[in-house]
C-alpha cells in the first residue's frame, strides 16, 4: 500500500508481479511493468532504496538499480524535468542509478545491440556522475542534464569499450563530450596513445578527432603502421548505413610482406594510398609504390589490390638488377591462386602459378 501511495503522481502506471525486503529501507520488485507518456519498460528485478528519515525535509532521496530488460523512450514526449511531487507533498528525487543489461531503444535513435554492461549514475539535479563498465573497459563523466532535450555529458575512458561493435578498436585512450541540445546531437572527442586495426592493417601510436552530429561520425587519425606514418580520415553515416574512409601511409615493404605471410630477400619503403566504403560489405582499394633493395640491389616496385564481394585480387610490378642483367617481375594473385612472370633483358623468362600448396613454373633462362 506504501509503495502505491508513493508512485500515485508518477506519470503512467507501474506493476509488479512479486516484492519483497524491508519498507523501511528498501524494496525488491521482480516482473516490473511500467509505461506512460514517453516510456515503456520491463525489467526483470528493480532494486529500489531509500531513507525514510529525510521525509522531515519533505524530500525522499531515492537510489534505484535496474536489471536485465528492456526500455523504450520518446523523448518529445518524456515529462519534464522535476515535474510534479510525490504523495503528501513529499518530493521523491533520484539521486542513484544503476542498470545491468538493460537495452534502451527510441524511435528517435539509430537502433543498436547493447553488450553486458553496467551503468552507475549517482548525483542530483542538474549533475550526475556516471560510469558504464563492459567485459572490455569503462567510460566515466558527468551529465548536465538541464532538460530532456538539453542536456551534456563529458566522458573519458577506455577505446576497448568499442570492440563489441568494432572489432578494430583494441586499445586507447578517449576523452570528450556528447549531449543534445537545439534539436542536433552533438559530440566530439579526442583519442590518444590509439590501437587499432583499420581494413586489416594494424595501427599504432594513433591520434586524433572524432566528431559526432545527428548519428553522422567524422574521424581524423594519425599514427604508424606496418612501419611508417599513416593518416586516415573516415565517415560513419549511421542512419545511412554506409562508411567510408582513406588512408595514407608510408609502410615498409618486409612489413607487407609478413601482412600477406610473404618471405622474400627484399627491403623497401614507399606511399600507400587505399580507399573503403560499405556496410554489410567492405569494398576496399589500394594503389602502393616504393623503392629498396632486392637481394641487396635496387629495387623498384608498384602495385594494387582490391577487396570487395569477388574476395581479394593483387597485382605487382617489379624492376631491379642482378647479375650483370636487368629484370621485371609481375606478381598476381586471386583467391584460390597466384601467377608470376619475370624477365631480363637477356631473353629469359620463367612462369610460375599455384594454387594451395600445389604450384609449378616453366620457362628458359640465357646465361652468356
Known sequence: WGLERALENVPGTVSWERVSGYALTGLRLEGVQAEGPGYHAQIEELRLGYNLLALAGKKLPLSLEL???????????????????????????????????????????????????????????????????????????????????????????????????????????????????????????????????????????????????????????????????????????????????????????????????????AEGQGPLELHGEGWAALDLQARFSGEGRFVGRPLAYSGSFVYDREGFRLDTEAQGAFLERAWQGRFAWRDGGWTSVVTDDKGSRIEARGEGVRYGGSGRLVWP
Do not use: C
Open 67 to 265: 536489471r536485465r530488460g528492456r526500455i523504450e523512450l520518446d523523448p518529445g514526449r518524456l515529462a519534464g524535468l522535476g515535474s510534479g511531487g510525490g504523495a503528501g507533498g513529499v518530493e521523491p528525487v533520484l539521486q542513484r542509478l544503476v542498470l545491468e543489461d538493460v537495452s534502451i531503444s527510441s524511435a528517435a535513435w539509430p537502433r543498436f545491440a547493447l553488450p553486458s554492461y553496467r551503468a552507475e549514475i549517482s548525483g542530483a539535479l542538474p549533475r550526475f556522475a556516471w560510469k558504464v563498465e563492459t567485459d572490455e573497459g569503462a567510460l566515466a563523466g558527468e551529465l548536465e542534464l538541464r532538460s530532456t532535450r538539453d542536456w551534456s555529458t563529458t566522458f573519458a575512458g577506455d577505446v576497448a569499450v568499442s570492440r563489441y561493435w568494432w572489432d578494430g578498436g583494441q586499445y586507447g585512450r578517449l576523452e570528450g563530450t556528447f549531449g543534445y541540445r537545439e534539436g542536433h546531437w552533438l559530440g566530439q572527442a579526442r583519442l590518444a596513445d590509439g590501437g587499432v586495426v583499420l581494413a586489416g592493417f594494424p595501427m599504432e601510436q594513433v591520434g586524433g578527432e572524432i566528431v559526432y552530429r545527428d548519428h553522422v561520425i567524422t574521424s581524423r587519425l594519425a599514427g604508424r603502421s606496418l612501419g611508417g606514418p599513416v593518416t586516415a580520415e573516415g565517415v560513419v553515416d549511421v542512419p545511412g548505413r554506409r562508411y567510408r574512409f582513406d588512408a595514407r601511409g608510408e609502410p615498409r615493404l618486409e612489413a607487407l610482406m609478413e601482412l600477406w605471410n610473404v618471405r622474400l630477400p
